[in-house]
Antibody
Framework: EVQLVETGGGLIQPGGSLRLSCAASGFTVSNYYMSWVRQAPGKGLEWVSVIYTGDRILYADSVKGRFTISRDNSKNMLSLQMNSLRAEDTAVYYC???????????WGQGTLVTVSS | QSALTQPASVSGSPGQSITISCTGTSSDVGGYNFVSWYQQHPGKAPKLIIYDVIDRPSGVSNRFSGSKSGITASLTISGLQAEDEADYYCSSYTTRNPLVFGSGTKVTVL
């Protein structure tokens, strides 16, 4: 059974850093494109970043230069390092697996990041 | 990249059919058959219900169907049930980014 479990969320001050992790089971993360998607409170979904199987990486303009996505194949995990956090980064962050042509077939339960002083 | 345009809310009575639209541009919805739809209940993660415009993942009810015409994709829910009350998001491949989501539609079962 495919499972994605995110951890690492919490309350952080503006300008601070936080690292999110996503533990995968039931499949091998190195064989799939993997993404982070976020959802601000009461708002819609926003794609954040993707890491392709060949390690090509893309970011949304809103996080480019501040967030770094990575994959640890030995631990079958995905991570998101978030630096220079802003109030507008407050959201539930989901880890998601790409199922094929630009869609997500499995999602984690999400982890809440709150950026506030 | 602006979000794809969806109606904020759609409602219907049990047993009825409703349709949710998702309007983009020729650089996303209109240019590629890579539209997907997600259902999200309050406090839960999104769930894939339609991919590649018309395909349903295994286990998803055939009451959900997708289509596309020009720059507008649509999700139809037939035989509306109380459990269908949720938020629905479309998504599409886009030339500028890997993908873009719609603004979301709240479905209410009257």
């Amino acid at each position: 059974e495919v499972q994605l479990v995110e951890t690492g969320g919490g309350l952080i001050q503006p300008g601070g850093s936080l690292r999110l992790s996503c533990a995968a089971s039931g499949f091998t993360v190195s064989n799939y494109y993997m993404s982070w998607v976020r959802q601000a409170p009461g708002k819609g979904l926003e794609w954040v970043s993707v890491i392709y199987t060949g390690d090509r990486i893309l970011y949304a303009d809103s996080v480019k230069g501040r967030f770094t996505i990575s994959r640890d194949n030995s631990k079958n995990m995905l991570s998101l390092q978030m630096n220079s956090l802003r109030a507008e980064d407050t959201a539930v962050y989901y880890c998601a697996r790409w199922g094929g042509n630009h869609f997500f077939d499995y999602w984690g339960q999400g982890t809440l990041v709150t950026v506030s002083s | 990249q602006s979000a794809l345009t969806q109606p904020a809310s759609v409602s219907g009575s049990p047993g009825q059919s409703i349709t949710i639209s998702c309007t983009g541009t020729s650089s996303d919805v209109g240019g590629y058959n890579f539209v997907s739809w997600y259902q999200q209940h309050p406090g839960k993660a999104p769930k894939l219900i339609i991919y590649d415009v018309i395909d349903r993942p295994s286990g998803v009810s055939n009451r959900f169907s997708g289509s596309k015409s020009g720059i507008t994709a649509s999700l139809t829910i037939s035989g509306l049930q109380a459990e269908d009350e949720a938020d629905y998001y479309c998504s599409s491949y886009t030339t500028r980014n890997p993908l873009v989501f719609g603004s979301g539609t709240k479905v209410t079962v009257l």
